[in-house]
């Protein structure tokens, strides 16, 4: 592939940054804020899900038409502020903890049944496709750290745990879990715990046959205190799934960067209005949230993330090589263009204790 084009893309995401901020100085125009970071996502987003290389000069095309579009835009001047001034706009929730509680009830409750349902088959191929075998989960005791609306700890109980104990810090998110798990086989099998991670009672110390950490620790102010906790709460023998952002030079990343400063400004219920009058897919509205206003988004580097699990005392940690499609460590074996384009941008570990 042509080094030429992973540079322009870089320029075009540059070009889009500054004619937004020309635009729309004082971050008032939500509406064109909300829809360039929907457009910029949907150009990275939509090539990770067919089963062949990335097409660089596809993304570049689609990302060129929004920056023509947005010169087309009309320079946010005092008339329209007036006009905007009358809308009423619902409260941002600036608050780091506060914003993560809500922000995930609000874009967790955008999946479909079929898409929660279909979190077990994503957990069991990962492994299976890394060659894991998961007989270990038959019978277990599990924790699923975060646990949000409990897909993941559906999909352990589906797998063959014996019980699981979901804990996440969001009301909103666990009134959700409860409303999807209701009157389920699964749902008496999860215990769903109001809770901190940083703060776990001693009953949930070394007890744990499997714990689970999706997604959370890349969204803690000190993510190695809650490393610590994964590796405290399994018992010796257990073992524990973590799957964290990795760090890359792509332009996926400054694509995420600029979705985020673009979001910045705009209140969180007002971009989901706006993306749901777009119509924009319930799962693609997650995405969106969740990269776009998660107030911490810490990406590691695969080394330290190693050493620092090895230095916490786990044992045999395995990288899960395979996955699906759109998972990035299997796409980067396959296709070159999607190295340059994205990299690994997540990595997800089996270890033990
Ligand atoms: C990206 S979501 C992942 C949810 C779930 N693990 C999944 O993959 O479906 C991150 C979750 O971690 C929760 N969380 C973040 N910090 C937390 C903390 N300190 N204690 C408990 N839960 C926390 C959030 O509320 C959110 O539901």
Same mark, same amino acid.
């Given at each position: 592939?042509?080094?030429?084009? $992973?540079?322009?893309?870089?320029?075009?995401?540059?070009?889009?940054?500054n004619?937004?901020?020309?635009?729309?100085?004082?971050?008032?125009?939500?509406?064109?804020? $909300?829809?360039?970071?929907?457009?910029?996502?949907?150009?990275?987003? $939509?090539?990770?899900?067919?089963? &062949?290389?990335?097409?660089?000069?596809?993304?570049?095309?689609?990302?060129? &038409?929004?920056?023509?579009?947005?010169?087309?835009?009309?320079?946010?001047?005092?008339?329209l502020?007036s006009?905007?001034?009358?809308?009423?706009?619902?409260?941002?929730?600036?608050?780091?903890? &506060?914003?993560?509680?809500?922000?995930?009830?609000?874009?967790?409750?955008?999946?479909?049944?079929?898409?929660?349902?279909?979190a077990?088959e994503?957990?069991?191929?990962?492994l299976?496709?890394s060659?894991?075998?998961?007989?270990f989960?038959?019978?277990?005791?599990?924790?699923?750290?975060?646990?949000?609306?409990?897909?993941y700890?559906?999909?352990?109980?589906q797998?063959?745990?014996?019980?699981?104990?979901?804990?996440?810090f969001?009301m909103?998110?666990?009134?959700?879990?409860?409303?999807?798990?209701?009157?389920?086989?699964?749902?008496?099998?999860?215990?769903?715990?109001?809770?901190?991670?940083?703060?776990?009672?001693?009953?949930?110390?070394?007890?744990?046959?499997f714990?689970?950490?999706?997604?959370?620790?890349?969204?803690?102010?000190?993510?190695?205190?809650?490393? &610590?906790?994964?590796?405290?709460?399994?018992?010796?023998?257990?073992?524990?799934?973590?799957?964290?952002?990795?760090?890359?030079?792509?332009?996926?990343?400054?694509?995420?960067?600029?979705m985020?400063?673009?979001?910045?400004?705009?209140?969180?219920?007002?971009?989901?209005?706006?993306?749901?009058?777009?119509?924009?897919?319930?799962?693609?509205?997650?995405?969106?949230?969740?990269?776009?206003?998660?107030?911490?988004?810490h990406r590691?580097?695969?080394?330290?993330?190693e050493?620092?699990?090895?230095?916490?005392?786990f044992?045999g940690?395995?990288?899960?090589?395979?996955?699906?499609?759109?998972?990035?460590?299997?796409?980067?074996?396959?296709?070159?263009?999607?190295?340059?384009?994205y990299?690994?941008?997540?990595?997800?570990?089996?270890?033990?204790?």
């Amino acid at each position: 592939m042509a080094r030429g084009e $992973i540079s322009q893309i870089f320029d075009a995401l540059e070009k889009i940054d500054n004619s937004v901020t020309k635009k729309d100085v004082r971050g008032e125009c939500w509406d064109l804020r $909300i829809t360039c970071a929907y457009r910029i996502f949907r150009a990275f987003d $939509i090539p990770r899900f067919r089963l &062949e290389p990335a097409n660089p000069k596809g993304v570049l095309d689609d990302l060129l &038409e929004l920056a023509n579009y947005i010169e087309d835009f009309p320079r946010i001047d005092d008339d329209l502020r007036s006009l905007q001034g009358n809308r009423t706009g619902p409260s941002s929730r600036q608050d780091g903890v &506060e914003l993560m509680q809500y922000l995930y009830g609000l874009a967790w409750s955008q999946l479909t049944r079929e898409q929660y349902f279909d979190a077990t088959e994503l957990f069991a191929r990962r492994l299976y496709n890394s060659n894991i075998d998961i007989s270990f989960l038959r019978g277990a005791e599990c924790l699923d750290l975060g646990t949000g609306i409990a897909r993941y700890a559906l999909a352990m109980v589906q797998l063959g745990a014996r019980h699981v104990v979901g804990i996440d810090f969001s009301m909103e998110c666990l009134e959700e879990a409860k409303r999807r798990l209701e009157g389920s086989r699964e749902g008496q099998h999860i215990n769903l715990v109001h809770g901190d991670l940083y703060n776990l009672p001693d009953t949930q110390s070394q007890v744990f046959d499997f714990v689970c950490a999706n997604g959370v620790i890349h969204h803690l102010p000190d993510p190695t205190r809650g490393l &610590e906790v994964v590796f405290n709460c399994t018992r010796k023998g257990g073992k524990a799934f973590v799957f964290v952002f990795s760090k890359s030079d792509s332009p996926w990343w400054r694509s995420i960067d600029l979705m985020r400063s673009l979001a910045g400004p705009v209140p969180l219920a007002y971009a989901h209005k706006i993306l749901r009058f777009y119509e924009v897919p319930g799962s693609k509205i997650f995405n969106m949230l969740d990269y776009s206003y998660t107030p911490i988004q810490h990406r590691f580097d695969r080394r330290w993330f190693e050493r620092a699990v090895e230095s916490i005392g786990f044992k045999g940690v395995q990288l899960l090589e395979g996955g699906v499609i759109h998972d990035s460590v299997l796409r980067c074996k396959l296709f070159e263009a999607d190295r340059e384009l994205y990299g690994i941008t997540e990595i997800r570990y089996l270890m033990e204790k």
